[in-house]
């Protein structure tokens, strides 16, 4: 299984950013992003089912927005009104159906103010 991931970079706040993440090797119930900053835990940010159920972090709720295609297995994430403190490592993640779940490589992302 693969997870690669794409976008993040540096915006300023009040930006947008577009985080993708193409997965191989399986098919996937729930695929999601995770995000850690430093000196912190990782914490969920959205996650979506192969239904389209969608699941987000209460700081996240209004501004970002998770979509998938099942069909070509990608998860995306639509970053708008970044703030600061969205600054983190933004993780993609990826759920079978038998609740085995995989990480791809963090990207960076860094809201300035």
């Known amino acids: 299984v693969q997870l690669q991931a794409s976008g993040g970079g540096l915006v300023q706040a009040g930006g947008s950013v577009r985080l993708s993440c193409a997965a191989s090797?399986?098919?996937?119930?729930?695929m999601g992003w995770y995000r850690q900053a430093p000196g912190d835990q990782r914490e969920l940010v959205a996650a979506?089912?192969?239904?389209?159920?969608?699941n987000y972090a209460g700081s996240v709720k209004g501004r970002f927005t998770i979509s998938r295609d099942n069909a070509k297995n990608t998860v995306d994430l639509q970053m708008n009104s970044l703030k600061p403190e969205d600054t983190a490592v933004y993780y993609c993640?990826?759920?079978?159906?038998?609740?085995?779940?995989?990480w791809g490589k963090g990207t960076q992302v860094t809201v300035s103010s």
């Open positions: 090797g399986s098919i996937f119930n729930v």
């Open positions: 993640n990826a759920g079978t159906y038998s609740n085995i779940f995989y």
């Open positions: 979506i089912t192969a239904g389209g159920s969608t």
